[in-house]
């Protein structure tokens, strides 16, 4: 089992749900990542996700696209985010970490470290960091069976997205490859964009675990503890990404982990 299977297994037989913080890595300070994720965890979350800084993150509202543009001009690549997680797993050897971003720096990282048909440099460098997840928004699932294998071989799981708008066929062909859990993006639109309708979101997911037994987590749009509570009565997992950014964004360096913190232990424990 990956390290997210054995946390969703734990959280399970103890009836709890999962808190999944997303974090653009190197924001807003490109040395403070990994102290941001021990803080996180100390505050009860279960699987971090963090970003990987692009110029063109086509499925990112404004408040990410800001943080991502901000890394990128303090030199953080896909390379330094894998260093990051390798500090992060200095002193953390439990909690699963999540790589979310798209695949234009993924696939520049295995052209510029001579991947090839047979080995994908990015998985190998990524499991020996001890990332436990891709989830790249823009790798349609019908393109991705021999990625999926890869990860697996290396003990990584494939993430993907589910949204709104997402028909059966494409529900089943996602069930085909992802392992971990599957990430429900519970508006149209962009990160951070519109009110959460709790009700469409209740109603959503009898339908996704017709194809999908794998656990769902549900994201867009949770900015606070009783979205975050009414959303965990229904799913497997919470994921907060933007009010995490936004919390943080104009916070002094001494500032940041304390505020992220403060914030995730009220959402710990409106979700039990």
Not at 42 to 62: C, K, N, T, W, Y
Not at 85 to 112: C, H, S, W
């Amino acid at each position: 089992m990956s390290r997210i299977q054995t946390t969703f297994a734990a959280l399970k037989t103890s009836g709890r749900k999962a808190l999944i913080p997303y974090v653009t890595a190197g924001f807003p300070f490109a040395d403070i990542t990994p102290e941001l994720m021990h803080g996180m965890v100390d505050a009860g979350a279960d699987v971090i996700e963090l970003g990987i800084p692009f110029s063109d993150p086509s499925a990112d509202g404004p408040v990410i696209q800001r943080a991502g543009e901000k890394a990128l001009a303090l030199g953080i690549g896909l390379a330094p985010v894998l260093e990051m997680v390798r500090t992060f797993r200095q002193k953390n050897t439990t909690t699963p970490v999540v790589l979310m971003g798209y695949a234009n720096p993924v696939e520049r990282y295995d052209i510029k470290h001579g991947g090839n048909a047979s080995e994908s440099p990015f998985i190998r460098d990524a499991a020996q960091a001890g990332v436990d997840g891709v989830l790249i928004v823009d790798y349609p699932p019908e393109e991705c069976v021999e990625f999926a294998a890869r990860l697996r071989a290396h003990n990584m799981d494939l993430i993907f997205l589910l949204a709104p708008t997402s028909t059966d066929s494409r529900m089943a062909q996602v069930a085909q490859v992802a392992s971990g859990y599957v990430y429900y993006v519970s508006l149209k639109g962009v990160t951070g964009a519109g009110t959460l309708d709790v009700e469409a979101v209740e109603a959503m997911l009898p339908r996704i675990r017709q194809h999908v037994d794998i656990p769902v987590g549900v994201g867009f749009g949770i900015r606070n503890a009783a979205t975050a509570k009414a959303i965990g009565k229904v799913a497997d997992a919470v994921v907060i990404g933007s009010r995490i950014i936004q919390l943080i964004e104009n916070e002094p360096r001494d500032k940041v982990v304390g505020v992220a913190h403060a914030f995730l232990k009220d959402i710990r424990a409106a979700l039990g």
